[in-house]
């Protein structure tokens, strides 16, 4: 399996980023999807999930509201929309997925990892 992230930068607070995750290697719409972050001194965190079917998702309480993910089963692709960015959402974002349709809110749930992509947050 290997999964390439895309759609990092550099934006202002309160602007909107899309990154995206192409998988490959499987059958993609067999297995969750999830997106965790890990900002520079800090633990890896947990930002959004999403079911094998896309009909269940789950978002860190920081991002609720603000973030949305979805995925395109036709293009093995997992989208994160971020949208009124505040610094505290700097960190390298990584997509992950598991060996199960739901991979939950824990890093344990996903056995595979993308390379991760910058996001950075200016005032």
């Known amino acids: 399996v290997q999964l390439q992230a895309s759609g990092g930068g550099l934006v202002q607070t309160g602007g909107s980023l899309r990154l995206s995750c192409v998988a490959s290697?499987?059958?993609?719409?067999?297995?969750?999807m999830g997106w965790f972050r890990q900002a520079p001194g800090k633990e890896r965190e947990f930002v959004a999930a999403?079911?094998?079917?896309?009909?269940?998702?789950d978002y860190a309480d920081s991002v609720k509201g603000r973030f949305t993910i979805s995925r395109d089963n036709a293009k093995n692709t997992v989208y994160l929309q971020m949208n009124s960015l505040k610094l505290e959402d700097t960190a390298v974002y990584y997509c992950?997925?598991?060996?199960?349709?739901?991979?939950?809110?824990?890093?344990?749930?996903?056995?595979?990892w993308g390379q991760g992509t910058q996001v950075t947050v200016s005032s």
């Open positions: 290697g499987r059958t993609f719409s067999n297995y969750g």
């Open positions: 999403i079911s094998g079917g896309g009909l269940t998702t």
């Open positions: 992950s997925t598991g060996q199960v349709n739901w991979g939950g809110r824990n890093p344990s749930g996903y056995g595979f």
